[in-house]
Nanobody, 124 residues
Framework: QVRLVESGGGLVQAGGSLRLSCVAS????????MGWFRQAPGKEREFVAS????????YYANSVKGRFSISRDNAKNTLFLQMNNLAPEDTALYYC?????????????????WGQGTQVTVSA
């Protein structure tokens, strides 16, 4: 069982930056591929970025490529999402998720555990 807790969301102006964190409880964090998803009001949850257990492989949605960066610190059981040059369309509830022995999964159905989310709001 893995418990995921996100933090770091908030209100920021367009062009600003935020860094999200996701702390995982339990052992074997490095055996989990990790991902970030987001869900805006009235829209489906969408993939943002994923990273493999070792941290050497990453994958991004086209909408965030070049602006967002996913990383992890396995010694601290923590996942990060650095978000730069934020735009109003990035406004959403951001979730982290864990996939046991995954690679760089992009579909929500591939993930085994989810956090509760942290709200990101970008004003124009």
């Amino acid at each position: 069982q893995v418990r995921l807790v996100e933090s770091g969301g908030g209100l920021v102006q367009a062009g600003g930056s935020l860094r999200l964190s996701c702390v995982a409880s339990g052992r074997s964090f490095d055996y989990y591929a990790m991902g970030w998803f987001r869900q805006a009001p009235g829209k489906e949850r969408e993939f943002v970025a994923s990273i493999n257990g070792g941290g050497g492989l990453t994958y991004y949605a086209n909408s965030v490529k070049g602006r967002f960066s996913i990383s992890r610190d396995n010694a601290k059981n923590t996942l990060f999402l650095q978000m730069n040059n934020l735009a109003p369309e990035d406004t959403a509830l951001y979730y982290c998720a864990a996939d046991w022995l995954g690679h760089t999964p992009t579909r929500s159905t591939q993930y085994d555990y989810w956090g509760q989310g942290t709200q990101v709001t970008v004003s124009a």
